[in-house]
Each structure stands twice: as structure tokens, then as C-alpha cells.
């Protein structure tokens, strides 16, 4: 990885720290994208110091906040020469009904929209590299739980109606809808993955709704994957010569190839979900 610019999102926590430091020590040059900018920071003085790799940098960004997706955009592109691998890493996990700045359900609009509006900006710095540029896509075997509802994706039905689990569902879903419609749109340019990286036992997990009470995730706690261990996936689509060419694909936490659900593969809302996405990020769109 030495001489390849990666951004990951959310890399100061979890699976996001741990694909970072493993990335590192690969010799990646790093660009640590986080809304919390003093973690990300601490991050990568920590990376620094651990692994010996000082090209390690942060950048601010908000996924909740579209103009914040396209000021890192900006930012990013003024910096950059050119990137290399793009891990749409970042999730957020919440039980009652929140909204992003722009008004769109949390979920959907961090662990989706911003990602999607963030790939897109960024298009112009993977299209220029001397190689394939790869985009990754962190998703979860709940989107086979998930559907695409269009007429509450700003939390139109109220917040009595509000399913946390199926909103996390939904929103993996469309993780893996945009890895294959972006691979439809821009496949001779970049290659374009998804993963679930497995029961991981991040802050995010401690989190999980209906399917993953309290009590039930006491249980599967201490059987749970290691962030290190979560990383395995991300690692190797960044880094693998072996998936240089694969794209569109779907991938276990053993870095495997597996089929995920029929709604996932169903290329009419994958188009359908890209124009509706396309739409609500246009005035963000660089």
C-alpha cells in the first residue's frame, strides 16, 4: 500500500481505527475522516507513534450534514493529487427517530446519503489514478431485514412508527444497492465492493435495536468479532491484488464471495434509490 492515498470514514472507533492502523502499517498514506475532529486526531498521533507511518491526516467531516460531506469534499480535492481506495466505513445506530441536518432519517442519511454524496465528489480523485481505485462499502448481513421505504425516508409516518432495527436494516440495504448500481455507472473506472464484517463488539453494537436487545447481546458479547478482527474484510478489498478486477460483489466477514438478498440485487431500486439519492444531494454536488 505504500504510494496509495486511502480516506476512511468514522476511523476513530471500532472497525474504522482498526482497518486504519492495519492500512498503516501497510504504508498507506491515511486521510482519517471524522465529524469528531480531536479523536481523529488523537488517532492518528496514536497511529504515528504505533506504527511508523507518519503520513497519516485528518479531515473533518460530518455525514449527517451535506454541506460538511461537500466542504471535505472541497477540502479533500484541493489536498489530493488523487485517492487510491475510498472505505465508506462510518454507521450510526439510534432507537427513536433523529434527523440530519438536512432532514433526512439518521440512518439513512449518514450510513447512506452522506456516504453516497461523498463517493460522488470524489469520483474526479479515484478517476485520475494511475490504477482501478476501489470504493468499499461497510454493510451488514441486516439488510437481508431491509427494505427501501420511499415515503419515509424523512421520517414522514412519525416517530411512534419508528423501528431503529428496521431503519439500521434499511440503510445497509441501501449500501449495498449503491456498491452495485455505482459499479453499473462507473465499473470501467473504479471497482466497487461491500462487506459485512460481522457481530463486532463496537460502541454501534452496544447500540442495536429490537434484534439485538440488551439482554440477547450480553450473551453474544464475549463471542462477539474483535474491531481487529471486523477489519479483516475492509483490509483485504483495499488491498488484495486477488479482487484488483472484482467489483459489484458482496463479501462475508471470511472474505468470501456470497449472494446478499433478492431486494439487493434488484436492479430497478437500485436505479431508483441512486435517482432518489441523486436528487437529494444535487446542491451538494461538486
Not at 169 to 186: G, M, P, V, W, Y
Amino acid at each position: 500500500m505504500h504510494n496509495k492515498t486511502v480516506l476512511i470514514t468514522g476511523a476513530n472507533d471500532g472497525i474504522g481505527r482498526a482497518t486504519a492502523e492495519r492500512l498503516a502499517r501497510k504504508g498507506a498514506h491515511l486521510v482519517l475522516a471524522c465529524r469528531n475532529e480531536t479523536s481523529a486526531q488523537h488517532t492518528a498521533d496514536w497511529l504515528v507513534e504505533h506504527t511508523g507511518n507518519s503520513k497519516i491526516d485528518t479531515l473533518p467531516l460530518d455525514l449527517a450534514s451535506l454541506s460538511s460531506v461537500r466542504a471535505a469534499s472541497e477540502i479533500f480535492l484541493a489536498d489530493y493529487p488523487r485517492l487510491d481506495v475510498l472505505i465508506n466505513n462510518a454507521g450510526v445506530y439510534c432507537e427513536s427517530l433523529e434527523l440530519t441536518q438536512d432532514g433526512y432519517e439518521l440512518q439513512f442519511g449518514v450510513n447512506h446519503l452522506g456516504h453516497f454524496l461523498l463517493t460522488l465528489n470524489l469520483l474526479p480523485a479515484m478517476q485520475c489514478a494511475n490504477i482501478c481505485s476501489r470504493v468499499i462499502n461497510v454493510a451488514s448481513a441486516l439488510h437481508t431485514k431491509g427494505g427501501i421505504d420511499f415515503g419515509n425516508l424523512r421520517g414522514e409516518r412519525g416517530p411512534r412508527a419508528y423501528d431503529g432495527t428496521a431503519a439500521y436494516a434499511q440503510s445497509k440495504l441501501a449500501n449495498i444497492l449503491f456498491t452495485k448500481e455505482l459499479d453499473r455507472r462507473h465499473g470501467s473506472e473504479i471497482t466497487t465492493n461491500c462487506l459485512h464484517p460481522g457481530v463486532v463488539g463496537t460502541s454501534l453494537a452496544n447500540k442495536k435495536g429490537k434484534l439485538f436487545t440488551k439482554a440477547i447481546w450480553s450473551l453474544y458479547k464475549p463471542f462477539a468479532r474483535t474491531p481487529e478482527r471486523g477489519a479483516d474484510t475492509s483490509v483485504y478489498l483495499a488491498s488484495s491484488p486477488e479482487v484488483r478486477e472484482v467489483s459489484g460483489r458482496y463479501f462475508n466477514p471470511t472474505q468470501c464471495l456470497v449472494k446478499p438478498s433478492p431486494t439487493a440485487c434488484n436492479e430497478q431500486l437500485a436505479r431508483r434509490l441512486w435517482e432518489y439519492s441523486e436528487t437529494a444531494v444535487r446542491e451538494f454536488l461538486l
